[in-house]
C-alpha cells in the first residue's frame, strides 16, 4: 500500500501574499530539503540555506561590507593610538572601535545562526519530532501523532518605522509553546512539508494517548 505522498519535484507558482497558505502536493523545485521513506515513517532533512540565500543578500553584503571596513579603521587608527599620536581624548577613539566591533560581531553572529541552521523532522511509531540545530543550540519538540489537532503554516509580521517583514513557520496544534518552526524556509518549502505531514498522519489510525513531551 504504501503512504501516499508524492516526492516529485514541481515548479508551481507561489502566491506572493505570506498569509496565503496552499496546498503543496509535491516538493518545490527550490527546496532542497531531502526526503527519506521508511518502513516505519519518514524524516526530512532541512540542510542549512547558507549565507548568499534570497532574502538575506543585503544582510550579508552589509554584515561583511561593516566588518571589512572597520577593520581596514582599526588597521590605520590602533597604531596612532598605541604611539600616542592620538592627543585629543583618545579614549573616545577607543569606544568608537569597541562600539563598531559589537555591531559588527553581534550581526555575524546572528547571520551566521541563519544560514547555518539546519533542521530534521522525523516521523515515526506514531511520535512526530521537530528539531531545528544552529552553532549554538539546538530545539526539539516530539508529540504523539494521535493527539496531533493540525498542522499548519502561518505567517508573523514583524514591524519597524522603515520596514515590514513577514515570516512563515510551522505550526503544530496543540501547542505547548508558541515557537516558530522552520521560519527560515521559503513559504513553498513549507506547504509542501505541512500537506505532507497530513497526508501521512490522515493515513495512520489515530488514538488518544500520552501527551506532547519538550525535548528542549
Known amino acids: 500500500e504504501g503512504i501516499p505522498w508524492q516526492t516529485s519535484l514541481q515548479t508551481?507558482?507561489?502566491?506572493?501574499?505570506?498569509?496565503q497558505i496552499d496546498e503543496r502536493p509535491?516538493?518545490?523545485?527550490?527546496?532542497?530539503?531531502?526526503?527519506?521513506?521508511?518502513?516505519?515513517?519518514?524524516?526530512?532533512?532541512?540542510?542549512?540555506?547558507?549565507?548568499?540565500?534570497?532574502?538575506a543578500r543585503f544582510v550579508t553584503i552589509w554584515c561583511f561590507g561593516w566588518n571589512g571596513m572597520v577593520a581596514l579603521a582599526t588597521l590605520a587608527l590602533v597604531p596612532a593610538l598605541l604611539a600616542g599620536e592620538v592627543e585629543s581624548q583618545p579614549w573616545v577613539a577607543w569606544l568608537l572601535l569597541l562600539i563598531?566591533?559589537?555591531?559588527?560581531?553581534?550581526?555575524?553572529?546572528?547571520?551566521?545562526?541563519?544560514?547555518?541552521?539546519?533542521?530534521?523532522?522525523?516521523?515515526?511509531?506514531?511520535?512526530?519530532?521537530?528539531?531545528?540545530?544552529?552553532?549554538?543550540?539546538?530545539?526539539?519538540?516530539e508529540w504523539n501523532?494521535?493527539?496531533i489537532e493540525s498542522i499548519t503554516v502561518d505567517a508573523k509580521k514583524y514591524e519597524t518605522e522603515d520596514s515590514v517583514t513577514w515570516k512563515n513557520f510551522i505550526t503544530v496544534s496543540p501547542a505547548e509553546r508558541g515557537y516558530p518552526w522552520f521560519n527560515n524556509r521559503d513559504?513553498?518549502?513549507?506547504?509542501?512539508?505541512?500537506?505532507l505531514l497530513r497526508q501521512?498522519?490522515?493515513?495512520?489510525?489515530?488514538?488518544?494517548?500520552?501527551?506532547?513531551?519538550?525535548?528542549q
Open 200 to 215: 501521512v498522519l490522515d493515513s495512520e489510525p489515530r488514538n488518544n494517548a500520552a501527551d506532547s513531551t519538550d525535548c
Open 26 to 55: 509535491a516538493q518545490p523545485k527550490t527546496s532542497r530539503a531531502v526526503l527519506n521513506q521508511r518502513p516505519d515513517g519518514l524524516l526530512i532533512e532541512l540542510p542549512p540555506r547558507g549565507w548568499w540565500r534570497p532574502g
Open 187 to 195: 513559504k513553498s518549502e513549507l506547504e509542501w512539508i505541512a500537506t
Open 100 to 141: 563598531f566591533w559589537t555591531v559588527g560581531i553581534v550581526g555575524l553572529i546572528l547571520l551566521m545562526r541563519q544560514a547555518r541552521r539546519r533542521g530534521a523532522i522525523e516521523l515515526v511509531d506514531k511520535t512526530l519530532r521537530f528539531e531545528e540545530t544552529d552553532p549554538l543550540g539546538s530545539t526539539t519538540l
Open 12 to 19: 508551481d507558482e507561489v502566491s506572493l501574499n505570506p498569509t
Open 145 to 147: 501523532t494521535g493527539e
